[in-house]
């Protein structure tokens, strides 16, 4: 397996246009994209995919070929029948290639009168808009990108980046009005760079992993979202199972190639591959520094008013709401300023809030079969902007047989050493920093109150508890108190832990939305209990304290278990767990159910403290 990364410096003379949707702004019809980060002008990857696709068509480059390094169907904008949920017939495959932006140093923005046209592509008369480029008539300027793909062996890199370097080096022009002579290239140079699969010898041998992820290019994930319309919106955390899912993507990929493997090598990927379905990959939290790894704050906490002041608290284990505390709000009735504020109390205590990543919308045309742009056929995809934030999660052996650990754990360092190649619907490349993780799960102590121990788990994703027919009617605990008991049913036939009180949000999942991005039939519809969500568990009795303990000990190092009604209502019951996913999903080996412990919050904020305004700890 070899991951193979070419830079290229491509110099174009102006004018250029390279538009992504960006429509009046500052009054210009056509605005050039952007870095949001840096307002340099880009050329965005589409555009550099678009225009090599085009241009292997028109030289004659044989289908498969095409197909390999671009791929076809859905990759092409192939439709879906939405209305009834089933793809395409056609098939489809996403392409080995994978690009990011051509940036470019560039600020300047110059506007241009282009003529409208007709049908006939006859000027109308009187008709006028105006164009941004960078670059004025005759000003040349440098654009950096890279190209980056995955391969089996030494050869088929060789062939592919040959391949790749005469498309572009035979591409006279890039961007919008090529009829004019806009964007002309005169001149490229490209730096490659192969890296090779390696097993990783120092990091035999253990269950725990903390990886750091860092996109190269902004990047859309859909996830469990529905799109809207022909908005394609954007989860700002990368999922468990995106990561695991395209750990299998590239194995399969290199095996296709006829990989040129030694045999431990072999052996060891046979064997990652057999265990991956096992391994528990939790979702990469986007962060403002590596570690320590984000928070997502409860549900539970609380600001109101008491005199002129505003005070945050933890409600979770209140019977009531403090003294002399009014205008009480919780998450759900935040505005921006509050929520800002929140932050900042909370960073004053050492806690590691989510980092908001900035966003951005990029509109596409879809492509047909003929690789040219279907007449209005629009859609646009929400992107995260990934500069300045780190996104971390956990990776975790320790459920796979002893003898197995160390050879995968081997492996998928080896493969994460090469960064993920891609991730979700821009397929953008990853990088991945792998580290140990050394801490070892202990038990956490219980929280006394009132002579009961007590124990607040808060949702860090999202977890599959109820079933449809448990949301029906009035809200209240009482679906939860089932959960629970089911949950804590252990050695005896009566649940070990209670749930004293709770506070959640649930949404729907699954269903027609869900199941258009693969190839089963559509999963049914399934209540998602929300990451956020808290809940307080005692036990009432001290006989079996032992068990409970073990209980919570074993939720705080996996995540929470599907449990087993669950499993009976859509017929799973008697499948193996890595059969699962086929009818549900949100397993809590691809990150769901996470949950978090006592965190320190809750003592810190049982009494209502002043909300901060400032940084200053």
């Known amino acids: 397996m070899i991951s193979t990364c070419m830079t290229w410096q491509l110099t174009i003379r102006g004018p250029l246009h390279a538009g992504v949707g960006r429509t009046a702004v500052n009054g210009i019809d056509k605005a050039n994209a952007r870095n949001a980060a840096t307002a340099c002008a880009i050329i965005p990857e589409s555009e550099f995919q678009g225009r090599l696709s085009h241009l292997a068509l028109e030289l004659g480059i044989a289908p498969d070929r095409i197909a390999d390094?671009?791929?076809?169907?859905?990759?092409?904008g192939e439709k879906d029948d939405r209305n009834r949920g089933r793809r395409g017939s056609g098939e489809s495959r996403a392409g080995r290639l994978l690009f990011e932006d051509l940036e470019s140093s560039v600020t300047a923005s110059h506007v241009f009168l282009h003529h409208a046209r007709d049908e006939d592509d006859q000027?109308?008369?009187?008709?006028?808009y105006t164009v941004e480029s960078p670059l004025r008539d005759g000003e040349c300027a440098t654009f950096t990108g890279a190209i980056r793909f995955l391969s089996g062996n030494q050869p088929t890199a060789d062939r592919v980046a040959a391949e790749v370097s005469g498309l572009v080096r035979a591409l006279d022009q890039i961007g919008a009005f090529w009829h004019t002579n806009w964007g002309e290239i005169v001149g490229a140079s490209v730096e490659t760079a192969h890296k090779r699969f390696r097993l990783s010898s120092a990091k035999t041998a253990q269950p725990r992993y903390s990886v750091s992820l860092s996109p190269s290019a902004p990047f859309c994930l859909p996830g469990i979202l529905p799109s809207l319309g022909n908005l394609y919106a954007s989860e700002t955390r990368i999922r468990g199972g995106v990561i695991k899912?395209?750990?299998?993507?590239?194995?399969?990929?290199?095996?296709?190639?006829?990989?040129?493997?030694?045999?431990?090598?072999?052996?060891?990927?046979?064997?990652?591959?057999?265990?991956?379905?096992?391994?528990?990959?939790?979702?990469a939290l986007p962060g403002s520094h590596p570690q320590p790894r984000a928070f997502i704050p409860p549900l539970s906490l609380a600001v109101g008013k008491s005199g002129n002041d505003e005070q945050l608290f933890d409600s979770s284990r209140l019977a009531k709401p403090p003294e002399n505390m009014i205008d009480l709000r919780y998450?759900?009735?935040?505005k921006r300023p509050t929520r800002d504020r929140v932050r900042v109390h909370l960073d004053s205590y050492g806690v590691a809030v989510l980092a908001e990543a900035k966003t951005m919308r990029r509109s596409h045309t879809a492509i047909n079969e003929q690789r040219t742009a279907e007449e209005s056929q629009l859609y646009t995809h929400e992107l995260v902007e990934p500069t300045g934030v780190a996104w971390v999660g956990t990776i975790d052996l320790s459920q796979l047989p002893a003898e197995d650990i160390a050879p995968v754990g081997s492996a998928l360092c080896g493969v994460l050493t090469l960064g993920l190649h891609g991730v979700g619907k821009t397929k953008v490349f990853v990088g991945a920093a792998v580290t140990i993780d050394h801490s070892v799960p202990g038990t956490v102590s219980p929280l006394e109150r009132d002579g009961v121990h007590e124990w607040v788990l808060v949702l860090q994703s999202e977890a599959l508890l109820l079933l449809p027919d448990d949301v029906r009617g009035p809200s209240s605990l009482r679906p939860y108190v089932g959960v629970f008991d089911e949950l804590s049913r252990t050695s005896s036939s009566s649940p070990c832990l209670a749930l004293a009180s709770a506070i959640a949000s649930e949404r729907l999942a699954g269903g027609v939305h869900l199941s258009s991005a693969f190839r089963w039939p559509a999963w049914e519809p399934?209540?998602?209990?929300?990451?956020?969500?808290?809940?307080?568990?005692?036990c009432d009795d001290p006989a079996r304290l032992s068990e409970a303990q073990k209980l919570i000990d074993e939720w705080s190092s996996r995540g929470l278990p599907i449990r087993r009604s669950i499993l009976s209502y859509f017929g799973i019951d008697t499948k193996p767990a890595g059969d699962w996913w086929q009818r549900i999903p949100f397993v809590r080996e691809n990150g769901y159910g996470e949950v978090t412990v006592n965190h320190q919050i809750h003592q810190q904020l049982l009494t209502p403290t002043p909300l901060q305004t400032s940084r200053q700890k």
């Open 526 to 538: 399934q209540v998602l209990t929300e990451a956020g969500s808290t809940f307080v568990l005692r």
């Open 245 to 283: 899912g395209t750990i299998a993507a590239m194995i399969k990929r290199a095996l296709d190639d006829g990989p040129a493997y030694t045999d431990d090598e072999r052996e060891a990927l046979d064997r990652l591959s057999a265990n991956l379905s096992t391994i528990r990959f939790t979702d």
């Open 331 to 334: 998450d759900l009735d935040w």
């Open 123 to 128: 000027v109308s008369a009187g008709a006028l």
């Open 69 to 76: 390094l671009f791929g076809l169907g859905r990759a092409w």
